[in-house]
C-alpha cells in the first residue's frame, strides 16, 4: 500500500457516499454528518448502530475485507474506506450498490415535491432513489398512518404552512401528498413557497406552528383527535403536553374519555370501580377484560401465585443470565412448548418486548419484514427496531401479500419474514394463515404469528391460530403474551431450539431486563393446567360468544369479520363512537371505546370481549343496554 495521497481515491466522492449511508442507517440530515462528527458523543451511534454502518459501508463500496474497528469520527471512517480500497489497488469507490444517485427529474425544480421526499427521507431510513413518488406508501415503502403523520407535519413545516398539519390519510403516494400539498400552498395568501433544496438538507422550523390548532365546528365541536398532538414543534418539548392535557381535559369533562379507571374488585363478570369522573365506585356489567377462560380468578392459579412468592420472594430483582432465573421459570418454558406443541420456548418479561425482541434479533436492515395493516403495535415497533425494510400488505389481502413478495424476492437482498397477528385485538377477526404458510413457502420466508388473543381461545385445545387450522409445525414461530387468557404477565416465542436459543442471546428486550416474578411463573403453570383439565372453560367461551354475536348482528349492528372472543361495535366517526360509549357505560356497562391511534382515523368503535364467566342474563342485559344506548345516540333507528 502506498503513503502517497495522490495514490488515494478520490476522497471527497468518499466521503459522499460514506455520509450517504450513514444517512440511510440513521435519522440524520446528511448536513449534520461532517468529517469531525463523533460517532458516539455527537451522533449517539453506539457499537450496534455502528456495526450496521460498517457493514453497510463495506457493501457499498463492495470491499472484500472486513473495515478496521474503532474509527470514531465520520473523518476516520473515510480515511479507512480510502485506505481499504487503496490497498486493492482499485483508484476509484465503485459500490457494490448504485452510485450516489441523481435527484429524479420529476422532482427537480418542484418545491412541494422536494419537501415531501425530504421529509420521507428523514422520516424514513429511505435513500433519495428509493423513495419513488408513485411507491405505493405502505405496501412498497411500508410507511404506515403513523409515519405518515410525521412526514405530512415536516413537509408542511418546509413548506411555511401554519396551522394545523392537513389529513393525509387518502394520500397512497408520495406524489398525491405532495399534489394535496401544492393544493394548500397555492390557497394560502403570502406563504413564500422555498426555492428547491436537496432533500438532505435540514428544514428551518415555521414561525407560530402549533399541529394542533383548536378546530371548533358550528355547534361547538372540538374535531381533533389524539393525531393532532404527535407533531407539534416547539423548543420547548413539553409544549405538546400542555396543548394535550387542555384537550383530554376538555374530553374528560363531557364524559367521553374514561381511560384507566382503578378497579376495587376483582375483574370478573362483574366489576366494581372507581368512576373517576363521577367520583364514586360502581359496579359494573364487565366487558373489557381479556380474561377468557376466567382464570384470573381461578382458585388453583391464585392459591399457585401465593405459594410460590412466600416460596420464592416477591422478586429476584435480575435478568434471566443474571440471578433472575429459577426451577419455575425453568417449568413453565417446559409447559409452554408442550401446550403449544413445538419444540422450545422463551419467557420474555411481557408480549410487547417478546414482540420486540424477537424481530430485532432476527431481522436486520438487510432483511424484509411483511406486515399485515392492523398489526399490534409492539409488532409495528419492533420492525422500527429492526431498521429492516417494512412492507405493509393490506389487510387480510393475500394477493396483496404475493404481491409484495414476489417483489421482494425479486430484489433478492436478505432474509424475509412474514408477521401477522393471529386474531387482531380491535377487529376480532383472524387471520389467513393457510394462505400465509403456502406464499411463505413459495417465496422463501418465514413466519411468525401473533397468538396474544388466540392463545386459550382458538383451537380445540385453546393453544392457538396454528391448532385452529391444523397447521401446527407449519408456523416457524409462535408469540403470545400471558397477559390474558393465561391470567398472569409476560410473553412468550415458541419454535425450533436452535432459533429459540438464538433469541435468548440476541434479544436485548431478555438480555437486559428482569424476569417475571417466581409466582407469577407459578401461576401461569397453573392456568395451562386449569385449561387442560377443564375443557368445559372453552366450550363454554364460544357459547357465550356465538349468544351475544348473534343478538348484537340482529339488532343491526357492523361486527365486521369477528371469530374470536373479540366483538366490535364498529361506528366509524369518532364523535360518535364516544357519544357511544358514554350512553353504554351510563347504562353500568364497561366496555372499551377505541379511537386513533388505537385504530385509523374514521375506524372508531366498541371493543367488546366476551368471556366464560359471563352468564346468559350477562349476555342478556348487554345486548339490551348496547341497542338502548344506540338508539339515543343515533347509531341505530329508534325504535319502531
Given at each position: 500500500?502506498?503513503?502517497?495521497?495522490?495514490?488515494?481515491?478520490?476522497?471527497?466522492?468518499?466521503?459522499?457516499?460514506?455520509?450517504?449511508?450513514?444517512a440511510?442507517?440513521?435519522?440524520?440530515?446528511?448536513?449534520?454528518?461532517?468529517?469531525e462528527?463523533?460517532?458516539?458523543?455527537?451522533?449517539?451511534?453506539?457499537?450496534?448502530?455502528?456495526?450496521?454502518?460498517?457493514?453497510?459501508v463495506?457493501?457499498?463500496?463492495?470491499?472484500?475485507?472486513a473495515?478496521?474497528?474503532?474509527?470514531?469520527t465520520?473523518?476516520?471512517?473515510?480515511?479507512?474506506?480510502?485506505?481499504a480500497?487503496?490497498?486493492?489497488?482499485?483508484?476509484?469507490?465503485?459500490?457494490?450498490?448504485?452510485?450516489l444517485?441523481?435527484?429524479?427529474?420529476?422532482?427537480t425544480?418542484?418545491?412541494?415535491?422536494?419537501?415531501?421526499?425530504?421529509?420521507?427521507?428523514r422520516?424514513?431510513?429511505?435513500?433519495?432513489?428509493?423513495?419513488?413518488l408513485?411507491?405505493?406508501?405502505?405496501?412498497e415503502?411500508g410507511?404506515?398512518?403513523?409515519?405518515?403523520t410525521?412526514?405530512?407535519?415536516?413537509?408542511?413545516?418546509?413548506?411555511?404552512l401554519?396551522?394545523?398539519?392537513?389529513?393525509?390519510?387518502?394520500?397512497?403516494?408520495?406524489?398525491?401528498?405532495?399534489?394535496?400539498?401544492?393544493?394548500?400552498?397555492?390557497?394560502?395568501?403570502?406563504?413564500?413557497?422555498?426555492?428547491?433544496?436537496?432533500a438532505?438538507g435540514?428544514a428551518?422550523?415555521?414561525?407560530g406552528?402549533?399541529?394542533n390548532?383548536?378546530?371548533?365546528?358550528?355547534?361547538?365541536?372540538?374535531h381533533?383527535?389524539?393525531?393532532?398532538?404527535?407533531e407539534?414543534?416547539?423548543?420547548?418539548?413539553?409544549?405538546?403536553?400542555?396543548?394535550?392535557?387542555g384537550y383530554?381535559r376538555s374530553?374528560?369533562?363531557?364524559?367521553?374519555?374514561?381511560?384507566?379507571?382503578?378497579?376495587?374488585?376483582?375483574?370478573?363478570?362483574?366489576?366494581?370501580?372507581?368512576?373517576?369522573?363521577?367520583?364514586?365506585?360502581?359496579?359494573?356489567?364487565?366487558?373489557?377484560?381479556?380474561?377468557?377462560?376466567g382464570?384470573?380468578?381461578?382458585?388453583?392459579?391464585?392459591?399457585?401465585?401465593?405459594?410460590?412468592?412466600?416460596?420464592?420472594?416477591?422478586?429476584?430483582t435480575?435478568?434471566?443470565f443474571?440471578?433472575?432465573?429459577?426451577?419455575l421459570?425453568?417449568?413453565?418454558?417446559?409447559?409452554?412448548?408442550?401446550?403449544?406443541?413445538?419444540?422450545?420456548?422463551?419467557?420474555?418479561?411481557?408480549?410487547?418486548?417478546?414482540?420486540?425482541?424477537?424481530?430485532?434479533?432476527?431481522?436486520?436492515?438487510?432483511?424484509?419484514?411483511?406486515v399485515?395493516?392492523?398489526?399490534?403495535m409492539?409488532?409495528?415497533?419492533?420492525?422500527r427496531?429492526?431498521?429492516?425494510?417494512?412492507?405493509?400488505?393490506?389487510?387480510?389481502?393475500?394477493?396483496?401479500?404475493?404481491?409484495?413478495?414476489?417483489?421482494?424476492?425479486?430484489?433478492?437482498?436478505?432474509?424475509?419474514?412474514?408477521?401477522?397477528?393471529g386474531?387482531?385485538?380491535?377487529?376480532?377477526?383472524?387471520?389467513?394463515?393457510?394462505?400465509?404458510?403456502?406464499l411463505?413457502?413459495?417465496?422463501?420466508?418465514?413466519?411468525?404469528?401473533?397468538?396474544?388473543?388466540?392463545?386459550?381461545?382458538?383451537?380445540?385445545?385453546?393453544?392457538?391460530?396454528?391448532?385452529?387450522?391444523?397447521?401446527?409445525?407449519?408456523?416457524?414461530?409462535?408469540?403470545?403474551?400471558?397477559?390474558?387468557?393465561?391470567?398472569?404477565?409476560?410473553?412468550?416465542?415458541?419454535?425450533?431450539?436452535e432459533?429459540?436459543?438464538?433469541?435468548?442471546?440476541?434479544?436485548?428486550?431478555?438480555?437486559?431486563?428482569?424476569n417475571?416474578?417466581?409466582?407469577?411463573?407459578?401461576?401461569l403453570?397453573?392456568?395451562?393446567?386449569?385449561?387442560?383439565?377443564?375443557?368445559e372453560?372453552?366450550?363454554?367461551?364460544?357459547?357465550?360468544?356465538?349468544?351475544?354475536?348473534?343478538?348484537?348482528?340482529?339488532?343491526?349492528?357492523?361486527?365486521?369479520?369477528?371469530?374470536?372472543?373479540?366483538?366490535?361495535?364498529?361506528?366509524?366517526?369518532?364523535?360518535?363512537?364516544?357519544?357511544?360509549?358514554?350512553?353504554v357505560?351510563?347504562?353500568?356497562?364497561?366496555?372499551?371505546?377505541?379511537?386513533?391511534?388505537?385504530?385509523?382515523?374514521?375506524?372508531?368503535?366498541?371493543?367488546?370481549?366476551?368471556?366464560?364467566?359471563?352468564?346468559?342474563?350477562?349476555?342478556?342485559?348487554?345486548?339490551?343496554?348496547?341497542?338502548?344506548?344506540?338508539?339515543?345516540?343515533?347509531?341505530?333507528?329508534?325504535?319502531?
Open positions: 500500500m502506498t503513503d502517497s495521497v495522490d495514490a488515494l481515491p478520490d476522497t471527497a466522492r468518499i466521503r459522499q457516499r460514506v455520509v450517504h449511508v450513514i440511510a442507517r440513521t435519522l440524520y440530515d446528511e448536513s449534520h454528518l461532517r468529517p462528527s463523533h460517532f458516539e458523543a455527537d451522533l449517539g451511534i453506539d457499537s450496534v448502530i455502528m456495526e450496521s454502518v460498517l457493514v453497510s463495506r457493501e457499498h463500496f463492495g470491499l472484500s475485507a473495515l478496521p474497528a474503532g474509527p470514531t465520520i473523518g476516520e471512517l473515510v480515511d479507512a474506506v480510502g485506505a480500497l487503496a490497498g486493492t489497488g482499485d483508484d476509484r469507490p465503485a459500490p457494490a450498490a448504485d452510485p444517485p441523481a435527484v429524479p427529474a420529476e422532482g425544480g418542484d418545491p412541494v415535491t422536494e419537501a415531501v421526499v425530504a421529509a420521507a427521507m422520516q424514513t431510513q429511505y435513500q433519495r432513489h428509493q423513495l419513488g408513485d411507491a405505493d406508501l405502505e405496501g415503502l410507511v404506515d398512518s403513523v409515519v405518515l410525521s412526514v405530512v407535519a415536516e413537509a408542511t413545516e418546509r413548506l411555511g401554519t396551522g394545523a398539519a392537513p389529513d393525509a390519510a387518502g394520500a397512497t403516494t408520495l406524489r398525491a401528498l405532495a399534489d394535496a400539498l401544492r393544493g394548500l400552498v397555492a390557497a394560502a395568501p403570502g406563504t413564500a413557497v422555498p426555492e428547491a433544496a436537496p438532505t435540514a428551518a422550523p415555521a414561525p406552528r402549533s399541529g390548532a383548536p378546530a371548533p365546528g358550528a355547534d361547538g365541536w372540538d381533533r383527535s389524539m393525531k393532532d398532538f404527535t407539534q414543534r416547539d423548543p420547548d418539548l413539553f409544549a405538546k403536553t400542555r396543548s394535550f392535557a383530554l374530553r374528560e369533562k363531557d364524559r367521553l374519555y374514561w381511560y384507566g379507571m382503578p378497579l376495587h374488585s376483582r375483574c370478573g363478570s362483574r366489576a366494581v370501580i372507581f368512576d373517576e369522573l363521577e367520583g364514586r365506585k360502581r359496579e359494573f356489567l364487565m366487558f373489557a377484560s381479556n380474561n377468557y377462560l382464570l384470573a380468578n381461578h382458585p388453583s392459579v391464585i392459591e399457585a401465585v401465593v405459594d410460590a412468592t412466600r416460596t420464592y420472594g416477591a422478586t429476584h435480575g435478568s434471566r443474571i440471578g433472575g432465573t429459577n426451577m421459570h425453568k417449568e413453565l418454558e417446559r409447559r409452554l412448548a408442550a401446550f403449544k406443541q413445538r419444540p422450545a420456548c422463551i419467557v420474555y418479561p411481557g408480549g410487547y418486548s417478546a414482540n420486540l425482541g424477537a424481530i430485532s434479533a432476527l431481522v436486520k436492515s438487510y432483511d424484509t419484514l411483511v399485515d395493516r392492523l398489526n399490534h409492539s409488532i409495528v415497533d419492533g420492525a427496531l429492526s431498521g429492516a425494510v417494512r412492507k405493509i400488505y393490506r389487510h387480510n389481502d393475500m394477493a396483496d401479500l404475493e404481491r409484495i413478495l414476489s417483489r421482494s424476492a425479486a430484489e433478492g437482498t436478505g432474509g424475509r419474514l412474514i408477521v401477522a397477528d386474531v387482531f385485538s380491535m377487529h376480532g377477526d383472524v387471520c389467513d394463515l393457510p394462505e400465509i404458510v403456502r411463505a413457502k413459495e417465496y422463501d420466508a418465514r413466519v411468525m404469528i401473533d397468538d396474544a388473543h388466540a392463545t386459550g381461545v382458538l383451537g380445540v385445545r385453546g393453544s392457538g391460530t396454528a391448532e385452529h387450522f391444523g397447521l401446527k409445525g407449519e408456523v416457524d414461530l409462535e408469540l403470545g403474551t400471558m397477559s390474558k387468557t393465561l391470567a398472569g404477565m409476560g410473553g412468550f416465542v415458541v419454535g425450533e431450539e432459533v429459540v436459543e438464538y433469541l435468548r442471546y440476541y434479544s436485548n428486550s431478555y438480555v437486559f431486563a428482569a417475571i416474578p417466581a409466582g407469577v411463573a407459578a401461576g403453570i397453573a392456568s395451562i393446567d386449569v385449561i387442560e383439565s377443564e375443557p372453560r372453552l366450550k363454554r367461551l364460544w357459547t357465550n360468544i356465538g349468544t351475544l354475536r348473534d343478538r348484537l348482528l340482529d339488532a343491526g349492528f357492523d361486527l365486521e369479520h369477528s371469530e374470536s372472543a373479540i366483538l366490535p361495535i364498529v361506528i366509524g366517526d369518532e364523535r360518535r363512537a364516544m357519544e357511544l360509549g358514554r350512553a357505560r351510563a347504562r353500568g356497562l364497561f366496555c372499551q371505546t377505541v379511537v386513533y391511534p388505537g385504530v385509523p382515523l374514521g375506524d372508531a368503535r366498541l371493543r367488546v370481549s366476551v368471556t366464560c364467566e359471563h352468564t346468559p342474563q350477562d349476555l342478556e342485559l348487554a345486548a339490551e343496554i348496547f341497542v338502548d344506548a344506540a338508539r339515543e345516540t343515533g347509531v341505530l333507528p329508534g325504535t319502531p
